[in-house]
Structure formats: C-alpha cells, structure tokens
C-alpha cells in the first residue's frame, strides 16, 4: 500500500446532523489512526445544509470536513455524493477511505471504490491496521457460516462498515478543525434520474427505531397469525418484523423485512417467532440486546443467536405468554 | 430492433444448506460433494426481469453470462430452461477468485463488449456467498454505463429505462438512458418454474465458453484489491437459556416469568 494521508470518511447526514453510521465510521477512523502517527482524519458532508454537521464531525474527531451543500442533496442522488466523494478524495489523497452499509452507502461506496481502482471491502464488522499498514475487513460470509478477514492491497482502500457493529464516540467540544467547501458540478454527476417516489408508510412505531421487535417468519404459515404479533407488540410497545420467506409469501409487506437485504433493528429486545434463523435474517437483528427465539424445531438456527428460547408451538406458547406478560405487566 | 440483454449469474453453494455442512478447508469455504450448487437466487430473479422484458418487447434476446469453474453444467442451464436464449460461460482457472471481485468485473465486461450492442445488462442485488453487492456495479463503472439497483420492477421504453427501486419504506422510481445496468432484487417476485419444453430445449443447448485469452484478458496485469488473510467459522458468543415446561403453554408462561426477572420487560 502507497504512503497515504490518513483516512477519509464518506459521511451521510440525518437532517442536519451527521448520521448515527457516519459518527460510527468516524469513531472507527480514529482507532485506525492509533497504528497511522502524524495522519489525519477527515470527513465529507453532502447536504442542504452542512454547517452545524461539519462541528459535530470535528467534535467526533474529524480534522478537517469537506463540505458540499445544495437543494439537491436533502435526499441525494447517489450519484451525487460519488462526485462529492471523489473530489474530497482528490483534496484529501488518504489511504483509507471508509463508509457505512446503509441504503445510500451500498449505491455510494461501491461505485466510488472502482472509480479510484479498486474494489470495496463490503459490509465490516471490524477494521484494523497490519505492521505494513494495510487495511484488515473482517466480515461474516456465506451467510454467516465463516467469518473472513481480507487485507486491502490496493493503492487506496475503501471499506463499509456494518451498521451498528463499531460504538459512535462521545463528541469532545474541545476538538478543532478546518471546513473546506468542495465545488463539484452535481447536475452533471447524476445519469439515474429519480422521477417519482411512493411511500409505504406502516402504523404505529418505526420498525427501526422500536424498543421491542416482535418477528415472524415461514413458521406462522400465513398472514393471520401476524395479527397475534400485533397484540403481542402493542402490549409491550414494539413494532411488527418479519423473515424474508414470510415477505416474499405475501403475508406482510416488504416493508417488514429484517434481514441481510431488509432492515437492520437493534431493539433491546427482538422475539422471533417460527423463524429459523438463516444468517440473511440475523443480519438485520443480531445486535438486539436480548434475543428470544419461539420455534417448534428445537435444532433451529436461531436459538443458537437467543439468549432465551422455547422449542415449542407458538400457537400454544404465545397466548400463554402474553397471557402471563399482562399479568406481570399489570 | 432486438432488444439484447444481458443477463449475469453465478453458481452459488446452496445458501440452504445446513450450517453443520459448512467447512472450511485450506482457507476456502466446503461443502460436501454431494450438496449440488445453485445460480444465486437473485439471480434468478434477474432472469425473470428479462423474461418479463422480453414478453413485454416481442423482440429480445436473452445471452446468460456466469464466470467461474467448475461449472455443474445442470445447474448452470437452467436459464436457458427458463426461457433464455443463450448460455456464456467464461470458463477459466483464473476466474476462479471468491474474494476479489476485480478479475470478476473484467471478465463480465470484456465479455459484454465482445457480446456486442447490448441494450440492457441484468444482475442480481447481491450474491449469497460473499454478498458483496458490488460486480454488477463495477460492471457498469467500467462500461462507462449508468446502474439502477435494487429494482422491483424493469420497463424498457424506447431507449430509456424505468426501475422501481426498493427502499425501507415504499419505492423510488428512476429513469436512465440504454444500455444500462439494473440489479435486481426480490421484491421482483417469485421466478418461473422451467416447464418441460424448456428443459428439453436447453438438454439440446451447448453453452459457449470464453477463456480469459478468448476475451483478451491479461488477468497478471490487473491489480488485486485484496488478499485473504483468514477464514474462519464464527464464534457465538451468546449462551442459550432454553425455557421447558410441563408443556408449550407452561413453557410461554415461564419465559414471560423469566423476562421479567432480568428486567428485560
């Protein structure tokens, strides 16, 4: 690997704030500079507004912040934050660049890795440094039945981190840097053009954002027995998931899919039901805090990833379980 | 004028596969011999997407790309059994890479240019072993072509090209000038069943194979991006509390009892 200026983050904003991934990747970035004396880090912001981001960037430890602001990039185009990207690359020339899989990070960094000659070290759970200062990815494959680390051998290495799986550092106030303002022709950049955009909105808690999840999958064995999740959510406070199987079924909207490629939730706690437990599907749950498996076949996979679990019928467990909960819970 | 498409797909291990199945050997992921392979399931869907362009146009030819070694020629024909037209293997040991999608990307776009006047270029989202989601997007990168991923839904209107692509919540739709890359996801919908007619005519199909020389690949002059350094099986690092009962509703009424001692609810 090529000397290089330290590392580079592609960030993503939520509103005006740097999104939760981005200050993950920047608390990432800066345990990278431990092994890299004297290099420095850096961050882009593409938004409609980047000025307060770019602080909290700093604060998260970034020296200096790219920033690139346009009416466009409230809801980018990910051909847009490529040309961003690349240009901050340009100023910045680090060895390591590093991104987020999220929704826009998995159309952003792939693209940006082959346009700077190289592949993309895809979805990290973690990242170090060799002794020849190479990037180390570590990241489950074939669906979580190995675990392999790849040395980046390229001039640049560029790497998305899995949501969730490196803890975002505490902001320190105290820390100061540079915002350099990027001039990039946008319109130019964007040959996907976005022409329309439907919402599919569900009731009640964002499966996302929800404390409890309550998940089921092909066990349930049609769409009514969601219903049964429904009430089991609503009594604890929780949103309504689902296994892809049961998606594809029809059963519920895809909207509900938690998975490798549906959602990813970190709940404090995630009770899955007639799901067997296929690491596509505990892609999108497996930094739950607690994991509760319901399943009829005690060798399912999932109850390898449960804290707690119960081998038996979930029409007989549940209402007995809630039954009880609604007792507990008065 | 033919619509040509181009549709890539890989031989996969059968991501059903048990978990006890699973080995690792000389820093490669096994299965035992006797679990036969699969075209990734994305991929499927990326034939269906074809498949509905080429009824919906009257006038298309469907060329199915797959790169590797090793090729289970049963399993490799079953696009063809589908519906697709033709069968392209780019068949060479130096194919044969899992971690590094460099060689891959090459490969697919040498191939596609060779192939000639391709309007439309179909992949599935991701792979089920390496799940990288990156070689159809390399592939349009190095075509110089625009790529539309994640699609639900692909309608070809003259030359422009209308996806559907999926998000958490709902669908974008977005429009690019042909040729084109779309990958495509499952929201797609469920792929045909080959019927017998299709699996007779593909019995009677001969793939073409293309070497790394037929496509003028200097494989030695492209630089890796990675090195495997370890491959490992995971460690979980949860222990399992399994409730028992007297039966399955004692069972439930135990662990809601066992919840609420931890404070978890």
Redesign the interface.
């Known amino acids: 690997m090529a000397d290089g200026n330290g590392i580079l983050v592609i960030g993503e904003m939520a509103g005006n704030e740097p999104a939760s991934t981005t200050l993950e990747a920047l608390a990432a970035g800066l345990s990278l500079l431990a092994s890299l004396p004297g290099e420095k880090l850096s961050v882009v912001l593409a938004g409609a507004s980047t000025a307060a981001a770019a602080q909290v960037a700093i604060a998260h430890g970034a020296q200096t912040a790219y920033t690139i602001e346009d009416a466009s990039l409230a809801d980018p185009a990910p ?1 847009a934050v490529v040309a961003a990207a690349q240009e901050a690359v340009r100023q910045a020339s680090p060895r390591i660049v590093l991104g987020s899989k999220t ?1 826009l990070g ?2 952003v960094l ?2 940006l ?3 700077l ?7 990290c759970t973690a990242v170090a440094i ?1 002794d020849a200062k190479r990037l ?1 990815a570590t990241r ?15 001039d640049i290495a560029v790497a998305a981190l899995r949501a969730k799986s490196i803890d975002a550092g505490e902001p320190d106030s105290s820390r100061t840097g540079e915002v350099v303002a990027l001039s990039v022709d946008l319109a130019s950049a964007v ?12 009731e009640g808690i964002r499966l ?1 954002d929800a404390r ?1 999840v309550i998940s089921g999958g092909r066990g349930l064995g049609g769409p009514e027995p969601f219903k049964e999740l429904g009430k089991l959510a609503a009594l ?1 406070g929780g949103a309504v998931g689902a296994s ?1 199987a049961a998606c ?1 079924a029809g059963w519920v909207p ?2 509900y899919q938690v998975g ?4 990813t939730v970190t709940p ?2 995630y009770i899955a039901v007639g799901i067997s437990g ?1 690491s ?1 599907h505990m892609a999108g749950c497996s930094n739950s805090r ?3 498996a ?1 399943n009829k076949d ?1 060798g399912a ?1 999932i ?11 979930w029409q ?10 609604q007792e ?2 008065g | 004028m033919t619509l040509k498409i181009v549709v890539t797909a890989k031989q996969v291990i059968d991501p059903e596969t048990p978990t006890s199945a699973f080995g690792i050997d000389s820093n490669a992921v096994t299965v035992p011999s006797n679990q036969s392979p699969v075209i990734n399931g994305f991929d499927e869907q990326a034939i269906e997407a074809a498949l509905r362009l080429k009824e919906a146009s009257g006038d298309a030819h469907i060329t199915v790309v797959s790169v590797g070694s090793g090729f289970a020629l049963d399993v490799i024909k079953k696009p063809l059994a589908m519906g697709a037209d033709e069968l392209i293997l780019l068949d060479d040991p130096a194919f044969d890479n899992a971690i590094d999608p460099t060689v891959t990307v090459a490969a697919l776009a040498a191939a596609i240019r060779k192939i000639g006047d391709v309007d439309v270029v179909l992949a599935g989202r991701q792979a089920s072993d390496w799940d990288n989601a990156q070689v159809p997007i390399g592939v349009a990168e190095a075509l110089g072509w625009p790529v539309a991923t994640v699609a639900k839904k692909v309608d070809i209107n003259g030359t422009t090209l209308r996806v559907e692509r999926v998000l958490p919540d709902g669908h974008e739709v977005v429009e690019a000038d042909l040729p084109a890359v779309v990958t495509v996801s499952n929201e797609l919908g469920t792929p045909r069943y080959p019927n017998m007619r299709g699996i007779m005519a593909a019995r009677r199909v001969q793939p073409t194979v293309w070497s790394a020389a037929d496509l003028d690949l200097a494989i030695g002059s492209l630089s890796p991006a990675f090195e495997l350094v370890s491959l490992s099986k995971p460690q979980s690092g949860v222990e399992t509390e399994m409730i028992t009962g007297d039966d399955d509703e004692d069972a439930g009424r135990k662990l809601a009892q066992r919840l609420r001692d931890e404070r978890i609810i």
């Open positions: 051909e929704i998995r159309d792939p693209r890795a082959f346009r000659g190289t592949a993309l070290a895809q979805d060799d180390l489950p494959v074939y669906g979580g039945n190995a675990v392999a680390t790849v040395a980046c051998v390229s040959r996907v053009r976005p022409v329309d955009r439907v919402e599919q909105t569900a996302e409890v604890l892809r594809d895809s909207s490798l490629t549906g959602k404090e706690l296929a596509q607690t994991i509760v319901i005690a996979n109850f390898k990833d449960a804290r707690f679990g119960v081998a038996g019928d007989k467990v549940l209402p007995a379980f809630m039954e009880q909960l507990l819970l």
